[in-house]
Structure formats: C-alpha cells, structure tokens
C-alpha cells in the first residue's frame, strides 16, 4: 500500500513570495492529484499529472515518477491562495485504484 | 452545472440515532466514493461504489452502510450513530479511477 508524506505541514508567508509544498509516496505510481481545501471546507482538484510539469496560472506542479516525489508550486502567491493543499495517489500504485491522501499542507499567506 | 451535491449540510445527532447522507452527482460519473476527514488526518474511503447497483468497503467501512440504486445518487447511512463518527464527511464522484474526482462540500456531523 502506498504511503504518502506532505512537508511542510503548515507554512505562513509574505504576500508575493514563490510557495513549494512537497509530496512524497513510497509505491510507483502513474497518476497523481493535487487538491485545495478552502478555508469554507470544500475540495477542489488542482491537477492530475503524470509526468513532468503542468501549470494552470500561477500555480505549477512538477513529478519525478523515479524519485515518487511531487511538488506543487504558488507563484506570486497572494492572500486568496491560503488554503490546504493536498496530495493524493492510488492506494496500490499504478494509475487506477482508489486514492490515498496526504494530511495536507496549510497555507496562510499574509497581506 | 450542479457537480456534486452533499445533504445535508450540517446535522447534530444523538447516540444511537440513525441518519442518511445523500449524494447526488449530474456528470454522469460511474465511480463515486465517501469519504471522512477527522482533525490531523487525511481524507478516508469509508466505502465506493463503481457503477450503479454495486457498492464495496473502503479503508474505514465499519458502522456505516451504502446505497446506489441509481447512478447519479449514492447514499451513506448510519444506523446506530456513535461519538466516534463525528465528522466531516465528503462525496466525490469520478468518471473512471484515475481520472479527475470531483467533491461535494461536506456535511458536517456531530454526534452527541
């Protein structure tokens, strides 16, 4: 079964600085997601990438398959950006199956 | 474009009380998925279903059943509610596993 680890687990910033939030898993896999938590509580899907890069305005989400390591990144990040922000892969590796979710990582970003 | 839609929204329950949780999705979505999100832990599959009229356990099943008679509709029933199952819980739906999932915005459960 996969195992998946966020870092870091909460991060406060300055309004404008580049935000990196970490994803690790320990089964190889083939597809992973990134979600958002608003502060409100509803969940919404970032991306699903399977390789390489995506980018969807400032936000931009790079994995390495090889290293089972992903990050999501906040450019120019800005008070509407905090949230929590959560990873997620198949439970048993692959592409398919059902999901396994990080613990999320909170994001404050100050005025 | 609805998406999914979770209700209620917010409910208090007393211990041993019943109570069911509709989901309903308008995307024509063959998988749909409950889910528990407690304080310091990652979302949770209680159970799934993979198309209408078939239904199996996830990782936390235990004191919950599930319903999909139709397929854009999934029900979570408690039958005898404990303290334990207090809160917050999400439906999702997916066209196929590994594809984009798509939640609901929660309902809030307390049980007293």
């Known amino acids: 079964k996969n195992e998946v680890e966020q870092s870091p687990q909460n991060l406060t910033a300055q309004e404008g600085e580049f935000i990196t939030i970490n994803c690790s898993y320990s089964?190889?896999?083939?597809?992973l997601h990134w979600l958002q938590q608003h502060p409100g509580g509803g969940i919404v899907s970032l991306f699903m990438l399977s390789s390489g890069k995506k980018k969807h305005g400032r936000l931009i989400a790079t994995i390495n398959i090889q290293e089972k390591h992903s990050s999501l990144h906040i450019t120019a990040s800005h008070p509407r950006d905090s949230a929590v922000y959560i990873c997620?892969?198949?439970?048993?590796?692959?592409?398919?199956?059902?999901?396994?979710f990080g613990k999320g990582t909170k994001l404050s970003v100050k005025p | 474009n609805a998406g999914v839609t979770q209700t209620p929204k917010f409910r208090v329950l007393k211990t041993g009380q019943s109570m069911t949780l509709l989901c309903a999705q308008d995307?024509?979505?063959?998988?749909m998925y409950w889910y528990r999100q407690d304080p310091g832990m990652g979302l949770r599959l209680i159970h799934y279903s993979v198309g209408e009229g078939t239904t199996a356990k996830g990782e936390v099943p235990d004191g919950y059943n599930v319903s999909r008679l139709k397929k854009q509709n999934f029900l979570l029933g408690l039958e005898s509610a404990a303290p334990s199952q207090t809160s917050v819980y999400f439906c999702?739906?997916?066209?196929?596993?590994?594809?984009?999932?798509?939640f609901g915005e929660g309902s809030w459960l307390t049980v007293v």
């Open positions: 089964v190889g896999i083939s597809a």
């Open positions: 995307m024509n979505h063959e998988y």
């Open positions: 999702a739906s997916s066209y196929y596993t590994g594809n984009t999932i798509y």
């Open positions: 997620a892969v198949p439970h048993y590796g692959g592409s398919q199956g059902n999901l396994i």
